[in-house]
């Protein structure tokens, strides 16, 4: 297995280690409802450096991030994240990705498990265009710091003026005399910051932010606060075959972008027929917990199944967000350890942190 540049910071740290596509990654140290707790109350820094950074240049690099991903990054000023999802011509999701803007090229941010796939299809996509397409994920480390004190526990490393950084925005600048890129985004729901810094920088700023005060958190009070939030996970909530759409994110879908982009045109059709499948949130309103792949039936025929399920620490209910018919609106049961148990169609997010 893989290992990130903070590998011997986890195993001094006690952190239960499991293989996660095919990197040996911290699962939790403390516990998986105290980490949690961590970042809704004060700040937890993850390790995910284990991520795919890869950065498109030459004349031709934007016209090739438009032919790839939904957003309309013309429309991006340098210094600004966006979130969107990269298709297949089907309109079905190779991954979903963060596009960062700097002055002369495009950072994009995959999934760890899909990092090989993405840059196959970049490359392929794009052959007759001339860009530079370039796999960068080993020259980087990738820390996330999030929780109502994390800007402040992190300003303390930098002179560089963080209250200035607005949401899905990103500066470089120096963190502890090192160079680094520090985005104002997440994937918890909580404010914060990820950090982009060179491999060999990363364990130094990683113990000052230990020693200032923040829990260390793993994968899986990653899981439970991302789902909290309401955010879709590649391979859950979002695949080849779960379109942008029916996953609840078209905010990131510019589908009257002029430039156009693979599969634009299947997913301009999905929605002028009208979603046939859709993602929705839920609540167990009886005795379990929803865990992905669990069957969803409504009136004892089975209509769709559970991406994902988890007992939330903050609501102290078990939740989850299932792929379902268009027409399924209030209620259904999922079916666990063989038998059915009532859900309530809940809005989305579950949590949604003050402002």
């Known amino acids: 297995m893989r290992r990130t540049p903070l590998f011997e910071e986890h195993k001094e740290l006690?952190?239960?280690?499991?293989d996660f596509a095919g990197w040996e990654m911290p699962v939790q140290y403390e516990g998986v409802k105290a980490e949690h707790a961590a970042v809704r109350e004060k700040a937890g820094l993850f390790d995910v450096s284990h991520m795919g950074e890869v950065v498109f240049r030459g004349p031709?690099?934007?016209?090739?991030?438009?032919?790839?991903?939904?957003?309309?990054?013309s429309r991006m000023q340098t210094g600004q994240a966006g979130y969107c999802a990269v298709c297949y011509e089907t309109g079905?999701?190779?991954?979903?990705?963060?596009?960062?803007?700097?002055?002369d090229e495009y950072l994009i941010v995959v999934n760890a498990a899909n990092r090989e796939k993405d840059v196959t299809h970049f490359r392929q996509s794009t052959a007759d265009l001339d860009v530079e397409i370039t796999d960068e994920s080993d020259d980087w480390a990738l820390l996330a710091l999030q929780g109502p004190e994390a800007v402040g526990l992190l300003q303390h490393l930098t002179d560089t003026d963080l209250s200035a950084v607005r949401p899905?925005?990103?500066?470089?600048?120096?963190?502890?005399?090192?160079?680094?890129?520090?985005?104002?985004?997440?994937?918890?729901?909580?404010?914060?910051?990820?950090?982009?810094?060179?491999?060999g920088d990363a364990p130094g700023v990683w113990k000052r932010l230990i020693e200032g005060g923040t829990a260390p958190v793993g994968l899986g009070a990653r899981d439970t606060l991302r789902l909290e939030a309401g955010m879709s996970l590649y391979g859950n909530e979002l695949s080849a075959e779960i379109t942008p759409l029916e996953a609840g994110i078209s905010f990131a879908v510019h589908l009257d972008k002029e430039s156009g982009f693979i599969g634009?045109?299947?997913?301009?059709?999905?929605?002028?027929?009208?979603l046939a499948r859709k993602i929705v949130g839920f609540e167990i309103t009886g005795r379990g917990i929803a865990r992905h792949e669990h069957?969803?039936?409504?009136?004892?025929?089975?209509?769709?199944?559970?991406?994902?399920?988890?007992h939330s620490p903050t609501l102290g209910k078990a939740i989850g967000l299932a792929l379902v018919p268009a027409d399924v609106e209030d209620s259904f049961e999922v079916v666990i350890r063989d038998k059915p148990v009532g859900a309530r169609v809940v809005s989305l997010p579950f949590y949604k942190r003050d402002v």
């Open 92 to 103: 079905g999701t190779v991954d979903d990705v963060l596009v960062y803007r700097r002055e």
């Open 264 to 274: 634009q045109e299947a997913l301009r059709r999905e929605k002028e027929a009208g």
């Open 295 to 310: 069957p969803v039936a409504v009136d004892g025929e089975e209509v769709g199944h559970v991406t994902s399920g988890t």
């Open 60 to 73: 031709d690099a934007e016209v090739a991030v438009q032919r790839l991903v939904t957003r309309d990054v």
């Open 14 to 18: 006690g952190a239960k280690l499991v």
């Open 168 to 199: 899905f925005r990103f500066v470089e600048a120096e963190l502890e005399g090192a160079p680094a890129l520090l985005s104002r985004t997440g994937y918890t729901g909580e404010d914060g910051f990820e950090i982009y810094l060179n491999p």
